[in-house]
């Protein structure tokens, strides 16, 4: 299977199953002399570890991360960091009706159809818990980045037909709050509805924002390797993000042009902009100011109802899916996008290092 691997300089290869022995991901490119413990990883993971609230599946994993190699006292040695996850609540027996049958809206049929061969138990490398290796990288990253200020967050925007107002931002509340939400009146009308949604055996989808700030000027390249693109990809590799926005994205189609660019004007010996509908990128480069992302997420595939779908052998049937899950992915997704984020922003920061030759001289003479 190709396609594990993520980066250019700082490069990321997850790897495992929902249902194996565990899974991790090994990170090449990571520079020395970077203060490092498994707790500065673990707080990222028990962002995203299931079991942690009324509102994600049952499924209880401690999630708890092991650096395998890469570190003596306490530093990073430049060398490979492996870092692992066991599985230790797996319930294979939940996905016994489901191995001669695919399950709507998730990755089964095209599985087989790729393969000729899938792990039918909890969906395998299709699994979100492949994400478990995302953030644990995501993690180190996080405090790459924060060393050379940049800041990197993200939150839930909505939750089915519930979406934050602005005006009650909080951002503390992104990690106090059981959905994620920086808005807590928001957050607790999106819990009475997903009530609502649970009682009714479906699920729900939403939207997350993900917010970098302090990233210089100058990032990403013009061509191929924009960063817009690079973010959009490393987003849209989220298993259930179906769509993304950068800026202010979609709106953009309905406006004219002297409605949608941004003026420019010189502040205190800076260019800077009045608006920002650009959401920070111009061309494939950041231009300095606030870089906004935004992703749409399905509603969970696995619901308890009973649904049509077709057997291996081609025959119809009914399915009613069991197993654990979530009645909504966005607030355990949250953590996702903000580490696929800074993976992505931490490369393109690496590989700018080499634009201009006057960097190099001042480096190496």
């Known amino acids: 299977m190709a396609g594990s691997t993520l980066g250019t300089i700082f490069r990321i290869s997850t790897w495992g199953e929902s249902h194996g022995k565990a899974l991790g991901v090994v990170i090449d490119g990571c520079p020395a002399g970077l203060a490092l413990e498994e707790a500065h990883i673990q707080a990222f993971l028990d962002r995203r ?22 570190i003596f006292e306490g ?5 490979p960091l492996s870092l692992m996850i066991r599985n230790t609540s797996q319930r294979s027996g939940d996905y016994g009706n489901i191995a001669e049958c695919y399950r709507p809206g998730h990755a089964d049929l095209t599985y087989d159809q790729k393969y000729g ?10 699994s979100g818990r492949e994400t478990a290796g995302r953030v644990a990288a995501g993690a180190v990253a996080s405090r790459i980045l924060k060393q050379l200020g940049v800041d990197v967050y993200a939150y839930t925007r909505s939750i089915g037909p519930v979406e934050i107002d602005d005006s009650r931002f909080d951002r503390s509340a992104i990690l106090s709050t059981p959905t994620a939400m920086p808005d807590r009146e928001a957050s607790l009308t999106a819990l009475e509805y997903l009530e609502t949604v649970k ?11 993900c917010v970098i700030e302090g990233l210089p000027s100058g990032i990403g390249d013009p061509v191929f390797e924009k960063l817009d693109a690079n973010l959009a990809k490393a987003v849209m590799s989220i298993g259930a993000v179906k769509a ?31 608006t920002n509908h650009a959401g920070g990128i111009l061309g ?31 025959e119809n049937t009914d399915l009613c899916i069991q197993g654990r899950h979530d009645p909504i992915i966005v607030p355990r997704a949250v953590v996702v996008m903000e580490c696929m984020v800074a993976l992505t922003i931490l490369d393109a920061m690496m590989i700018n290092m080499s634009a201009q030759l006057d960097r190099m001289e001042k480096f190496y003479k």
């Open 49 to 70: 570890k299931p079991g942690s609230s009324l509102i994600t599946t049952t499924r209880r994993e401690e999630d708890q991360v092991e650096i395998l190699s890469g």
């Open 75 to 79: 530093y990073t040695t430049g060398t």
């Open 117 to 126: 061969f899938r792990d039918y138990r909890g969906g395998g490398r299709s």
């Open 199 to 209: 009682k009714e055996s479906d699920s729900s989808g939403g939207s997350m924002e």
């Open 244 to 274: 993304v926005e950068i800026g202010d994205g979609c709106q953009v189609s309905s406006r004219r042009g002297s409605e949608n660019n941004d003026a420019l004007r010189m502040c205190d010996g800076n260019i800077v902009k009045q």
């Open 284 to 314: 494939g480069i950041s231009d300095g100011s606030r870089i906004l992302l935004r992703a749409h997420v399905k509603p969970t595939p696995s619901i308890y109802r009973t649904q049509q779908t077709v057997t291996r052998s081609g």
